[in-house]
């Protein structure tokens, strides 16, 4: 049985860090497209950030670019976000998702292309 469980969610101000984990049992990081998403309340979830750890390519949505760095430690089979430059309009509840797959699940990066999802860690980022 799949599982993904994120940790490192946490209250920061603006400006601050976090790393937020996604650990994975009965499955393996390994050639897959692993990305993060997140919600904010009253708005739809958005892709964040997404990574094939097949070659290592990596994707980022405008909002994040130059302040997130998406990241997998092998041996850990943990991918990883480190988020910098924290703004408020970055608190959100932020879910790890992964594929069965496929460089081209990362490429277009809709939802419906990641059947294991995590349940989330709450970031929660004050001005």
């Known amino acids: 049985q799949v599982q993904l469980v994120e940790s490192g969610g946490d209250s920061v101000q603006a400006g601050g860090s976090l790393r937020l984990s996604c650990a994975a049992s009965?499955?393996?990081?390994?050639?897959?497209?692993v990305a993060w998403f997140r919600q904010a309340p009253g708005k739809e979830r958005e892709g964040v950030a997404r990574?094939?750890?097949?070659?290592?390519?990596?994707f980022y949505t405008d909002s994040v670019k130059g302040r997130f760095t998406i990241s997998l430690d092998n041996a850990k089979n943990t991918v990883y976000l480190q988020m910098n430059s924290l703004k408020p309009e970055d608190a959100a509840m932020y879910y790890c998702?992964?594929?069965?797959?496929?460089?081209?699940?990362?490429?277009?990066?809709?939802?419906?292309?990641?059947?294991?999802w995590g349940q989330g860690t709450q970031v929660s980022v004050s001005s």
């Open positions: 009965g499955y393996t990081f390994s050639s897959k497209c």
């Open positions: 998702a992964a594929d069965r797959g496929s460089w081209l699940s990362c490429l277009v990066g809709s939802e419906p292309n990641f059947p294991y």
């Open positions: 990574i094939y750890t097949g070659g290592g390519s990596t």
